[in-house]
């Protein structure tokens, strides 16, 4: 039988005829489960929540919960679960909020080990590996097939770039660029992700362009500045626009001219006024504290309002 007797299921959830609901999972909300999907046992999905064929759930698991976030009133935002997902044992995925876009993302053949936390508005890409205990924070970014260690502490608005991982128990308080292996608190390149970059497929050509990128741009620089590393690198791959040492150096080149606070999502965080973000005009205000400019609301009266670039509140003037 697909949907348990023992299990509860909202009335405006779309259950596909091919998925399976264990005893005592509960559906609240309205869920969509396609073909295949299993919910083995003591599950919650809330929500408008989606998940994808082939994905399965185990026991405890919750999934399409209420963000935890102080600016959350309840709103009707979203939770995409792609295909083939495993989530398992008490990981817990949180939809999204006004201010982050409204959905939380995971793409195909993604793996959520035992414990793990992925916050409102986070953006998993496929075949991610999140192992156990791992917490990420709100609006992150996991590039595809990154793994994130087990016990990894990751700070909202995150960015971890595609085929890199994370060691476990490390701190990220920062970006993490492609291709690498990071780890430690705080969390810091220290290498090629060789054997994650083999298992993608990548040539031995490619990784070794890699590895003496990575040596050029992090341990053998001296007092060469990391943009002059840059285009150093850039020079000697000039023949090689297409390969993964350029998409490393746009990668860095990206991050140096827009991350704020070593986080690029940061750059791109939504005005908020009245906990919703702003979506109205806008215009220059330079900031008390860094001396930058950041946009700021056009409103009728004066407002609290955070520096985009270094988080400082300030009232500003009509």
């Not at 264990?22 to 299993?38: D, H, Q, S, Y």
């Amino acid at each position: 039988m697909p949907v348990h007797p023992l299990a509860v299921v909202d009335p405006a959830a779309e259950i596909h005829p091919d998925a399976v609901v264990g005893p005592f999972c509960m559906i609240r909300g309205a869920v969509r489960l396609a073909a295949g999907v299993e919910l083995v046992s003591h599950v919650v999905v809330s929500g408008r929540t989606s998940i994808g064929p082939g994905t399965r759930v185990h026991p405890g698991a919750i999934v399409g919960g209420e963000p935890q976030d102080l600016k959350y009133a309840g709103e009707d935002t979203a939770t995409v679960i792609g295909a083939r997902c495993r989530i398992h044992e008490f990981a817990t995925i949180h939809r999204g909020t006004l201010t982050g876009g409204g959905i939380t993302r995971l793409g195909d053949d993604v793996l959520v080990m035992a414990y793990a936390h992925i916050a409102h508005d986070c953006e998993v890409g496929d075949g991610v590996v999140i192992a156990n205990s791992a917490q990420l924070g709100g609006h992150c970014r996991i590039g595809r097939r990154a793994v994130i260690g087990g016990m990894v502490g990751m700070h909202h608005f995150v960015t971890v770039g595609e085929l890199a991982m994370v060691g476990a128990m490390s701190g990220v308080r920062v970006d993490v660029p492609p291709y690498v292996l990071a780890d430690g608190i705080p969390c810091e390149p220290r290498q090629i992700n060789v054997i994650g970059l083999r298992r993608a497929g990548m040539t031995e050509s490619d990784i070794n362009d890699l590895r003496e990128a990575f040596r050029d741009l992090y341990h053998d620089r001296g007092a060469t500045t990391l943009r002059d590393a840059i285009a150093d690198v850039r020079e000697r791959y000039t023949d090689k626009r297409d390969s993964p040492v350029w998409r490393l150096c746009d990668w860095l080149e990206e991050h140096l001219t827009t991350a704020i606070k070593g986080r690029l999502a940061e750059a791109h965080r939504a005005a908020v006024v009245g906990g919703r973000a702003h979506e109205g005009p806008t215009r220059p205000i330079l900031c008390r504290h860094c001396g930058r400019e950041f946009p700021a609301p056009l409103a009728a009266s004066p407002l609290l309002v955070a520096c985009t670039h270094c988080g400082t509140q300030q009232m500003v003037s009509p």
